[in-house]
């Protein structure tokens, strides 16, 4: 069965602090990796990775996805109050079972205190 | 282009009833997928729909169901409500084509479903 774990689970900062959040996973047909932000209700795209060593870059935050170690990570730079959320990470899968299916992790709950 | 919407937003029922929800995907998308999302267990897979056709389904009873019409239109029914169907029940919809298997999920506000 396809898993995802994600590390740490919660995790408090102050504003301007850097932070890393992980995700790993074991994923039978690996095809991509999606990070997620969820404040109120619905989660928000943040990125999609596939292809490894590779890193995306929006604004503050980055996100590198390794293959060979069967992971990823979030970063987030010079941390604002405005980034407390739970932080998604989900893989999707190749083939005919993995149709329309990401499998989630449990999700990192990051709070920034001003 | 507007988002994914989803009604009613929030929903009381009782033990023993049974509920439809709502979604409409992004205009042009034509893979519509439900999850539920509950404090304990995270988002969990319920299934997924592409030209009307339901392609994959998760390890839910059968009491949950779905439909996706011509419009990519998609509704999901829960009949016989139990106390534990208590979540947030989000769908996403994704350009996915026939051939492709899972690609950026853009997600509704959910229907927050509450079950006394």
């Known amino acids: 069965e396809d898993k995802v774990v994600q590390s740490p689970l919660s995790l408090v900062v102050h504003e301007g602090d850097t932070v890393t959040l992980n995700c790993s996973y074991e994923?039978?047909?690996?095809?991509?990796l999606l990070w997620y932000k969820q404040e109120k209700k619905a989660p928000t795209f943040l990125f999609m990775l596939t292809s490894s060593g590779i890193e995306k870059k929006s604004g503050r935050l980055s996100s590198i996805l390794d293959k060979k170690e069967l992971s990823s990570i979030l970063n987030i730079t010079a941390t604002q109050t405005g980034d407390s959320a739970i932080y998604l990470c989900a893989v999707g899968a190749a083939g005919g079972t993995s149709y329309g299916k990401l499998t989630f992790g449990q999700g990192t709950i990051l709070t920034v205190h001003p | 282009k507007a988002g994914v919407t989803q009604t009613p937003r929030y929903l009381i029922k009782t033990r023993g009833q049974q509920v439809t929800l709502s979604c409409s995907p992004i205009?042009?998308?034509?893979?519509v997928s439900w999850y539920q999302q509950t404090p304990g267990q995270g988002l969990q897979f319920l299934f997924e729909?592409?030209?009307?056709?339901?392609?994959n389904k998760g390890n839910f009873p059968g009491r949950f169901s779905g439909r996706q019409f011509s419009n990519s239109r998609s509704e999901m029914n829960v009949s016989t409500l139990e106390l534990g169907d208590s979540a947030l029940y989000l769908c996403?919809?994704?350009?996915?084509?026939?051939?492709?298997?899972?690609?950026?999920?853009?997600f509704g506000p959910g229907t927050r479903l509450t079950v006394l």
């Open positions: 729909y592409f030209s009307e056709t339901q392609r």
């Open positions: 996403a919809s994704s350009s996915s084509s026939g051939r492709s298997s899972t690609d950026t999920q853009y």
């Open positions: 994923v039978t047909n690996f095809r991509s």
């Open positions: 205009s042009g998308h034509r893979s």
